[in-house]
């Protein structure tokens, strides 16, 4: 197989030229390029090159160690029994297709990277790689997918000890705290836009510092590129305003933390399935086996979505994180959650929430993997267990998501339908990731796993 061969087995695009006719205008100030992937630990990483070196690297790449698979969130290098050690090389190719002008960072471009062997073969261990292989996977079984991520992060200034100092307090979802950042909004908005980002609305949140921005849902990949670069943008205009972030899932013990949560909505030939059927809550009979896939395999999803001890800090009932394994119409405490929309738009808006997931997940990862546990439970026609439809705390039974990094990874080692997704390359670096992570944080207070994952994140 090589880079022309668009089967499910590679889905990743065909290296090119940006040719000089279809270049936005928006580029004729750029001097250089970042191309940009996210490891297995959930950092973003980078590698920039001058814009006159892009048509080059579109062709061939630049170079790029495979051990950055087992890169753990501190930069400690641990090693699986296929991804590690100092030997070895791959290309990490540009997506023009993708290829954006970085509002924030004046004279600078973004582009998502996807990376091949130095024989031009896709590269196994590529997440961005495996989120297109998962959509293709549903595209043959005549399915697609719109997906979109929630951003939550908190603002504000760090003191010289490594404490945080919020950039407001009280009201939750008050218009004082929007009056605090109002500049530092209006110029994210302004930044989304000219990224061609489709901003659908943006808020003061719950905990103190914390804001919220929603974009409009896309394809799979789309939506994981954009949810990362949505992430840098907000990073680059908070430093403008002399603030910093942090998409940390628990900033401060005991308070409420930052989701990631995902948006998504299985489609067939034009027809939302999460909408006009049969099923529970109007769901149809494909859609409802897709949500009961993704419902059989969220302890192991978990491990992909939610992975760190800081994660898990947030995963408390009572606080809207999505702590049970259980869905329900609009039931923010669920893990599932369904949303219809309002009458006379449902065809188009209905979708499911994942609410248990955060940011500390690659989400090239979250998606495919959501995508290969739907298609299973559409695969065994699995229907949805009974709703719940009040807070699952008071409801005998609901059981509860893994309550520790170590137990959603035992989920994730016995899950059959996520290791064949994956593959055995990608599916050693991420639980070889996920053991040494573990291990970094056995130990650790909970006042020191936040302060780590604020830093970090």
């Known amino acids: 197989m090589h880079l022309s061969d668009l089967t499910e087995t590679t889905c990743v695009p065909t290296p090119g030229r940006l040719e000089p006719s279809v270049r936005p205008a928006a580029l004729e100030t750029i001097d250089a390029v970042v191309l940009g992937w996210v490891d297995n630990a959930g950092i973003t990483r980078v590698k920039a090159i001058p814009y006159s070196r892009l048509d080059a690297v579109a062709t061939h790449g630049v170079g790029f160690s495979p051990v950055f698979d087992v890169f753990l969130a501190d930069d400690s290098i641990t090693a699986g029994s296929l991804v590690g050690g100092p030997a070895g090389d791959l290309r990490l190719i540009p997506d023009l297709a993708a290829l954006r002008p970085l509002a924030a960072q004046p004279g600078w471009a973004w582009a998502p990277g996807d990376r091949y062997t130095q024989d031009g073969v896709p590269y196994p261990g590529c997440q961005r790689a495996f989120a297109r292989r998962m959509t293709a996977r549903a595209g043959l079984r005549g399915l697609s997918l719109r997906m979109g991520f929630e951003v939550e992060w908190i603002t504000g200034t760090e003191g010289p000890d490594g404490s945080f100092v919020p950039a407001f307090h009280k009201a939750a979802y008050g218009m004082t705290r929007m009056v605090r950042v109002s500049d530092q909004l209006r110029e994210l908005i302004r930044a989304l836009a000219a990224q061609d980002v489709s901003v659908l609305q943006v808020h003061p949140e719950y905990a103190a510092g914390q804001l919220e921005v929603s974009v409009a849902p896309e394809d799979p990949v789309g939506a994981a590129d954009t949810t990362v670069l949505v992430r840098e943008t907000i990073r680059a205009v908070a430093a403008r305003h002399g603030h910093a972030v942090s998409f940390a899932p628990c900033v401060l013990p005991g308070e409420v933390g930052n989701g990631a949560h995902l948006h998504f909505s299985p489609w067939r030939d034009g027809m939302n399935l999460c909408h006009g059927g049969e099923g529970p809550q109007g769901l149809t009979r494909e859609g409802e ?86 298609l299973a439970g559409i695969e065994d026609e699995l229907r949805l267990p009974a709703e719940v439809a009040g807070n699952p705390s008071a409801v005998a039974g609901v059981p509860r998501l893994p309550e520790s990094p170590a137990a959603a990874l035992e989920a994730l080692e016995a899950s059959a339908v996520l290791r064949e997704a994956l593959g055995e390359i990608l599916f050693d670096a991420i639980t070889a990731v996920r053991r040494a992570e573990i291990a970094r944080s056995a130990g650790m207070t909970p006042s020191e796993i936040a302060a780590d994952a604020r830093r970090l994140y």
């Open 289 to 374: 086996a897709f949500l009961a896939g993704v419902l059989r395999e969220l302890p192991a999803l978990l491990a992909i979505g939610a992975p760190g001890a800081a994660g898990h800090l947030r995963l408390v009932p009572d606080r809207w994180a999505g702590a049970y394994r259980c869905w329900g119409l609009e039931n923010r405490e669920a893990a599932l959650r369904l949303i219809t929309g309002m009458a006379g738009e449902r065809q188009h808006a209905a979708n499911a929430e994942l609410k248990c997931f955060d940011a500390t997940a690659n989400p090239y990862l979250v998606v495919g993997t959501v995508i290969a546990a739907g």
